[in-house]
């Protein structure tokens, strides 16, 4: 069975999330986090990648960033990169993220949080799988820090089960963790089904 390319979204939360001691707070931008995500997005065909601060001096420096590899020399010196970069949109919060999906489809997205830590009523990455054959927008959400809220968690539609390495360390990078994720999702090489992209 071919798995149609799914009409997927990313947000990288930077508020609200938990620090260590489970206090809501707003995370800080990391600039890595925004090539890396993007150039992921890029490489899966994910539509847009948003970045969620309400944070006057992050989302300003988001835009510097963005604009040198789209709109500045860097775009000229690395189009690769532009195009990448071009798929960051910086939201305020979830709801102005989801209202911008909406609006771009004409339809509510699917939203699906993932975490390190295990719920009971996880989703495995086949189960998503096959949910997406619907062709609905799909909103994947990645937390900053300590990980999403508890409400983030209960107001999603799904949670996905967490990535389980080998040798019971689980403290990925959101880096890796979306990349690992994206491929599992929509990649060729580990799902049991053949997803080859039409």
């Keep these: 069975m071919r798995l149609l390319k799914p009409n997927l979204y990313l947000a990288l939360i930077?508020?609200?999330?938990?620090?260590?001691?489970?206090?809501?707070?707003?995370?800080?931008?990391?600039?890595l986090d925004i090539h890396d995500l993007a150039r992921a997005a890029r490489t899966y065909g994910v539509r847009a990648v948003y970045i969620v601060t309400p944070l006057t001096d992050q989302k300003r420096l988001i835009g510097q960033?963005?604009?040198h590899w789209t709109t500045g020399m860097g775009g000229v010196v690395n189009p690769d990169r532009k195009t990448a970069l071009d798929l960051i949109s910086v939201q305020d919060s979830l709801e102005s993220?989801?209202?911008?999906?909406?609006?771009?489809?004409?339809?509510?997205?699917?939203?699906?949080v993932t975490s390190a830590r295990e719920y009971p009523e996880c989703r495995?990455?086949?189960?998503?799988?096959?949910?997406?054959?619907?062709?609905?927008?799909?909103?994947l959400l990645f937390g900053t820090a300590w990980g999403l809220t508890p409400s983030c968690m209960i107001q999603a539609d799904h949670i996905l089960t967490?990535?389980?390495?080998?040798?019971?360390?689980?403290?990925?990078s959101v880096r890796s963790a979306v990349s690992?994720?994206?491929?599992r999702l929509v990649g060729r090489g580990l799902s049991k089904t053949d997803n080859n992209l039409k």
């Design 14 to 31: 930077h508020y609200p999330v938990l620090n260590k001691h489970g206090d809501v707070i707003a995370s800080a931008v990391t600039n």
């Design 65 to 67: 960033i963005v604009s």
């Design 97 to 112: 993220t989801q209202t911008d999906i909406e609006l771009r489809e004409k339809m509510r997205a699917v939203t699906v």
């Design 124 to 139: 495995t990455i086949e189960e998503i799988q096959s949910l997406m054959l619907g062709g609905r927008p799909w909103l």
């Design 162 to 172: 967490p990535i389980y390495g080998v040798s019971g360390y689980n403290h990925l």
């Design 180 to 183: 690992i994720l994206l491929d």
